[in-house]
């Protein structure tokens, strides 16, 4: 199947820091989206990107489809963006989900 | 806002017990799927289903699963035979079109002792 990577594996920023995560796949896809899962377990759509750039409040996206990457970008972080950050890519029906960054914003 | 919705929120069985888990798409969704999530790894794929048939599965849907739309609302999670490896958080997911938004349900814990 398809590898999807996601990096950094951790990051802690202190609130009000910039962020850039990033999700690199192995083989074209025709579906791409960010998720934000919280400490509760929840998956929260942030993005659906295949390709192109999209911005949601302090919250960004750019997909290069043809190079095979994608980026979320957080500005100015808060506490609540704490959690773990995946990205997820389908081929078809079939969906792959990276192994995630997870982020802790301090105070 | 439409959502989708699964139940239990948690359950709790006995290895080699049946255990059937219910989702609840959003209505007008076409698309369906199922994850599961092991306790602090990643989200893997288990299964779509579209137009009343499994659309994929990934090699970890073997025959001790199962899915079925029984009715014009529910999505159903069979898992026959529990093991113990089956412990984890299980997702439903809808969306509307081949291509678009996928929407997760908030998942049933399950634990298999």
């Known amino acids: 199947g398809i590898q999807v990577e996601q990096s950094p594996p951790d990051l802690i920023l202190q609130e009000g820091a910039n962020s850039t995560l990033r999700c690199n796949f192995s083989d074209s896809v025709n579906n791409l989206q960010w998720f934000h899962q919280n400490p509760w377990g929840q998956l929260i759509n942030l993005f659906y990107i295949p390709s192109g750039t999209k911005q949601n409040g302090r919250l960004s996206a750019t997909t290069v489809a043809t190079e095979r990457y994608s980026l979320l970008y957080i500005s100015s972080s808060q506490t609540t963006d704490s959690g773990v950050y995946f990205c997820a890519v389908g081929i078809g029906n079939q969906f792959y989900f990276g192994t995630g960054t997870s982020l802790t914003v301090i105070p | 806002e439409p959502e989708v919705t699964q139940t239990p929120s948690h359950q709790v069985t006995q290895m080699g017990q049946e255990v059937i888990l219910r989702c609840v798409p959003i209505?007008?969704?076409?698309?369906f799927y199922w994850y599961r999530q092991i306790l602090g790894q990643k989200v893997e794929f288990l299964v779509s289903?579209?137009?009343?048939?499994?659309?994929?599965k990934s090699e970890i849907f073997d025959d001790q699963f199962s899915v079925e739309r029984p009715d014009g609302s529910n999505f159903t999670l069979k898992i026959r035979s529990t093991k113990l490896e089956d412990s984890a958080m299980y997702f439903c997911?809808?969306?509307?079109?081949?291509?678009?938004?996928?929407?997760f349900g908030p998942g049933t814990r399950l634990l298999v002792l």
């Open positions: 289903f579209y137009n009343n048939e499994i659309s994929e």
């Open positions: 997911a809808s969306r509307v079109v081949g291509l678009g938004t996928q929407y």
């Open positions: 209505s007008n969704h076409l698309y």
